[in-house]
């Protein structure tokens, strides 16, 4: 059974960072890409950042560029989303998802495994 467990989100001011970690477990997590999606309240799950299976590739939104780093450790299971400069704008829930493909894919419909999401939230 593939698991995907979040942590490192909470509250933080604006200007603050924040480091979002993913475990991953009952998969082959080397072989699959990895994406963080957030969602706001009232708002559609958008794609924050992705990665390719080695590290190789990596997409940024451009609302997250220069501000956001994703990356992974094989070796852990893990992946990470380092997150600078936080801003209001920032809050949602963040969720990382896994792909079988072996690039990086931008449609959440190209995401087999969810997380159950972990809450960021920045004050003004």
């Known amino acids: 059974q593939v698991q995907l467990v979040e942590s490192g989100g909470g509250l933080v001011q604006a200007g603050g960072s924040l480091r979002l970690s993913c475990a991953a477990s009952?998969?082959?997590?080397?072989?699959?890409?990895m994406g963080w999606f957030r969602q706001a309240p009232g708002k559609g799950r958008e794609l924050v950042a992705a990665?390719?299976?080695?590290?190789?590739?990596?997409y940024y939104a451009d609302s997250v560029k220069g501000r956001f780093t994703i990356s992974r450790d094989n070796a852990k299971n893990t992946l990470y989303l380092q997150m600078n400069s936080l801003k209001p704008e920032d809050t949602a829930v963040y969720y990382c998802?896994?792909?079988?493909?072996?690039?990086?894919?931008?449609?959440?419909?190209?995401?087999?495994?969810w997380g159950q999401g972990t809450q960021v939230t920045v004050s003004s």
């Open positions: 998802a896994r792909s079988n493909q072996p690039i990086v894919v931008y449609s959440s419909k190209e995401y087999d495994y």
């Open positions: 009952g998969v082959t997590f080397s072989s699959g890409s």
């Open positions: 990665i390719s299976p080695l590290g190789v590739s990596r």
